[in-house]
């Protein structure tokens, strides 16, 4: 077997059939994430996926039917993996094997999937390109000289790539999303409290989520059903009915409204993006949805609500690496000599930024006037949409503003970078469920259709996002490298 069917459907009807198993699948896999051109994998746990694929091949000849089981997937290195080294991207983490599974990770284990490795990301999850990586930058399989956007690059690039057939990411302002538009893959960012965090190194805890990247809207959703559902270790799980997330796939757009908020075509959407988005919003119409013009007045503050919010729960949250208990440690005069030589050496430049910004947030003096006003902004944001989504089903909208840019193009411009995310922070903020979908191409790279729908109606947004792809051959598109292979 030269590479790996197109979806989790397609390789899981293989595997039953018997016209191929679980291990020659993860062999593919290893050999094309072992010869990696785009930097995305940071470890090929070889031997661990061979023993989940003779497992997974066991479980099939009993007749075990879970549609993840003997499936090769990859995981981000920000997410808990036993045994298996864990950095989030970052020296300050170097050598860190964690004694326990995130309970994503578990939850794809009991169903059967085969975790190829660990995948390249921003550090910590901070960035919108993957060129903050400690272990360097992923390069983009449409143009290698291009990012695949960030935090998830890594992931989002080995499902392009025909690498594995679905991976994971977190998406805490777009890094799902995102890097799923500028890779040609589907990303989807689940609603706040679907998916346990429990094991996922924390970034900013009230916005992170886990969610998957898949070659088509129901691999996403297939992984959803694994992924979801209430976990007593982390306490912002919710108790919700388990449900079926593939009931809707088939039914169409027709009757449903659609709405297009205004704000998200505005100065600084490249016109070939604009141009792919509009037409596949005249597509859905086309299928029988009703296209209602709407309005989120709020959405210019989201960044800056992001930008305090964000950076302040970054700086609670990564004040535990000290050089004391796990990963790098650099010797100083004293106690406090090797703290400040440990996270000066171990952290890197965005990592620093953000936690200054966030600890100046917090800072006596300030914490009322920056983050507790962020909070209320944040309030103003969420009733905003609740009040759009009393009008219609769901929203659908640009993903990025752009193509994938030129490694480099923004790295000494912060703003610039930030406002890639524009798009899609809105969402984390409002803690709503948003999905990227390929949508066409601009000057021969992706461009992603966002679908976001109110809290915990995900089967809503499942629905629309696989009536376009079903009327569109987008989701086919494979970048030249992964056509080459």
């Not at 991207?89 to 085969?114: F, Q």
């Not at 900013?204 to 209430?230: H, K, M, N, W, Y």
């Not at 920056?370 to 993903?399: G, H, M, N, S, W």
């Not at 259709?449 to 809290?455: E, G, N």
Request: aromatic content about 8%; overall charge neutral.
């Amino acid at each position: 077997m030269a590479e790996l069917p197109g979806s989790i459907r397609e390789a899981g009807d293989l595997l039953r059939a018997r016209r191929a198993t679980a291990v020659e699948l993860a062999e593919v896999a290893i050999e094309r994430a072992g010869v990696d051109p785009y930097n995305a994998w940071l470890l090929v746990s070889a031997e661990q996926a061979r023993a989940q694929a003779r497992a997974a091949d066991e479980r099939i000849a009993s007749g075990d039917a879970s549609p993840l089981c003997g499936i090769p997937w990859a995981c981000k290195d920000i997410i808990g993996t036993k045994g298996v080294e864990t950095t989030a991207g970052s020296k300050i983490l170097d050598g860190y094997v964690p004694p326990y599974s995130a309970t994503v990770v578990e939850r794809l284990e009991a169903a059967g999937a085969v975790m190829i490795g660990k995948t390249n990301l921003d550090e910590f999850a901070m960035g919108s390109s993957n060129e903050n990586s400690a272990f360097g930058p992923v390069k983009n399989p449409w143009d290698t000289s291009r990012v695949p956007g960030g935090s998830s690059g890594g992931s989002a690039v080995a499902v392009a790539a025909g690498e594995v057939c679905f991976g994971l990411g977190t998406d805490t302002g777009g890094s799902i999303r995102q890097p799923a538009a500028l890779s040609g893959v589907a990303g989807m960012k689940p609603t706040y409290g679907r998916v346990s965090r429990y094991g996922v190194v924390a970034f900013a805890s009230s916005l992170d989520q886990v969610g998957p990247f898949g070659r088509t809207v129901e691999d996403i959703a297939l992984v959803c059903q694994a992924l979801f559902g209430v976990d007593p270790a982390d306490a912002t799980t919710m108790p919700l009915p388990s449900e079926d997330l593939c009931r809707d796939l088939e039914r169409g757009v027709k009757g449903m409204r659609l709405g297009v908020p205004r704000e998200y075509f505005v100065k600084g959407i490249e016109p070939g993006v604009e141009r792919a988005v509009r037409a596949a919003i005249r597509e859905l119409e086309r299928q029988g949805a009703t296209l209602l013009d709407v309005s989120l007045p709020s959405t210019d503050h989201a960044l800056g609500v992001y930008y305090i919010v964000q950076p302040a729960e970054a700086s609670a949250n990564l004040a535990r690496y000290d050089g004391v208990r796990y990963g790098l440690r650099v010797e100083g005069p004293d106690l406090v000599g090797t703290y400040k030589a440990t996270r000066g050496a171990g952290f890197g430049p965005e990592v620093k930024r953000r936690m200054i910004l966030g600890t100046y947030a917090l800072s006596t003096g300030y914490y009322d006037a920056y983050y507790v006003k962020a909070q209320k902004v944040r309030t103003v944001i969420k009733k905003e949409f609740d009040d759009v989504f009393a009008r219609v089903d769901a929203l659908v909208t640009p993903t990025s503003p752009t193509v994938a840019f030129g490694i480099g193009a923004k790295t000494n411009d912060p703003l610039a970078m930030y406002l890639n995310d524009v798009f899609t922070l809105p969402v984390n903020i409002a803690g709503l469920p948003g999905i990227s979908i390929p949508c066409g191409v601009s000057e021969g790279l992706p461009v992603g259709l966002q679908v976001i729908a109110a809290s915990y109606q995900e089967a809503t947004m499942f629905r629309v996002a696989a009536a376009y792809e079903r009327a569109t051959e987008h989701h086919r598109m494979r970048p030249p490298a992964a056509r080459a292979a």
